[in-house]
């Protein structure tokens, strides 16, 4: 079966790109089942993995630690929206939040943004490829991206024109502190059980 | 700067997909608005290539005689749309339906279309690649892609599987008849005046049959 060649000049198709107002305002209208696990990537709905018990078990771990250890000192969010920019409300697994008023107005922005820890075992590649480089582009000072398989933790930071220009591997022995708070150590292998 | 290799068996992101009636909702809500051109193909919401003056023209031309050979056989709606399946909502520039009394309460589904008419200028790509295999898989038995610049007609049969079976092509001086109607027989020139841009270009048309 032959078919016509499409000329150089005609146009992909464009996939109609969503803001995060209207991201919102869909979840308002009730489009959305409250179970469904969403999050805003460039413009891009994507459908978050599910989550797994090496998953939810570390992000509890990182969790526990930092409410208690940073209690009155930042803000934990779990597993809840960052607002990068027009285009992205990505859902991190931890994000570590100045002290402000206001949170239950808006989401928090990147100038609120301490620390944001990924816990990743099916979501690693999505976490590294798709956020980490909008988590750069934003200006989010420190990223931990915590490979649950490999049981280490990649920390991000300096992040400049989107690239993080400095980056290390913590293994399971490793100690790690939050560029923010450095009294705050936490041991990799305490929080990645095998 | 190193990284970790990755595991092969981590996933790729995965895109919302919208049903018809999510879609409906957006619009409902103000969402979309009624002036945007968007359609839903398979769940994704797509932004429709601005119409340029010979698709429009195209367009045009392509309803009127048409409906006048068609009155009381069949309905012809104008970029209006058409309900595939749960997930598919396109409008065609054309689409030829049977003749039923509660368009005004139900879409037309892919029972009730007999032809789909794209006229296809910047949107040639994505009619023949995105839009031209969704309207195999919901069995539309008869498709033409209207190639402006091209000035031919590619009609488009049999679909199996999601794939059409058949295609040929109908350059500018040739006829083509919708299946159903042998009857009405057009001639591609007359609904494709050409591109201004493109004058004298007609000579590259391929004009052949398959």
Not at chain 1, 79 to 93: I, S, T
Not at chain 1, 115 to 144: C, F, N, Q, T
Not at chain 1, 148 to 176: K, M, T
Request: overall charge negative; some cysteine; glycine content about 6%.
């Amino acid at each position: 079966m032959t078919t016509t060649v499409a000329p150089a000049q005609t146009a992909a198709p464009t996939r109609r790109r969503f803001t995060v107002d209207e991201f919102l305002a869909m979840d308002q209208a009730g489009i959305f089942h409250p179970e469904e696990r969403l999050e805003l990537l460039d413009g891009e709905i994507l459908i978050m993995p599910p989550i797994g018990p090496p998953h939810a078990d570390g992000t509890d771990q990182f969790d526990d630690f930092f409410k208690f250890s940073l209690r009155g000192r930042a803000r934990v969010r779990v597993q809840g929206p960052v607002q990068l920019d027009d285009l992205n409300l990505p859902v991190p697994d931890i994000a570590v939040l100045r002290l402000r008023d206001g949170y239950h107005r808006a989401h928090p922005t990147p100038t609120d943004v301490l620390l944001i820890v990924e816990v990743s075992d099916s979501s690693l590649r999505r976490d590294r490829d798709a956020k980490l480089s909008r988590y750069a582009a934003a200006g989010i000072p420190e990223v931990w991206i915590a490979n649950v398989p490999a049981r280490h933790v990649e920390a991000f930071h300096d992040p400049v024109d989107g690239v993080y220009q400095s980056h290390r591997i913590v293994p399971a022995d490793g100690q790690i502190s939050p560029i923010a708070f450095p009294d705050v150590e936490l041991t990799v292998g305490d929080f990645l059980l095998e | 700067m190193t990284t970790t290799a990755l595991p092969a068996q981590t996933a790729a992101p995965t895109r919302r997909r919208f049903t018809v009636d999510e879609y409906c909702a957006m619009a409902e809500a103000g969402i979309l608005s009624e002036r945007e051109r968007v359609e839903l193909l398979d769940g994704e919401i797509y932004v429709m290539p601005p119409i340029g003056a010979p698709h429009e023209d195209g367009t045009t031309r392509l309803s009127r005689d048409p409906i006048l050979q068609l009155v009381d056989r069949a309905w012809v709606r104008v970029q209006n749309s058409i309900r595939l399946n749960d997930y598919g909502l396109p409008e065609p520039d054309i689409a030829i339906a049977r003749l039923r009394d509660d368009y005004h309460r139900n879409l037309p589904t892919p029972e009730d279309v007999l032809l789909v008419i794209e006229i296809a200028d910047s949107s040639l790509r994505s009619d023949l690649d995105v839009k031209l295999p969704l309207y195999a898989a919901a069995g539309i038995p008869e498709v033409w892609i209207a190639n402006v610049a091209a000035r031919q007609v590619e009609a488009f049969h049999d679909p199996v599987d999601g794939v059409y079976q058949s295609s040929r092509i109908v350059p500018a001086d040739g006829r083509i008849s919708p299946r159903v109607f042998p009857d009405v027989v057009l001639t591609v020139g007359e609904f494709l005046l050409g591109d201004p841009d493109s004058e004298g270009d007609e000579t590259d048309a391929p004009g052949t049959d398959s």
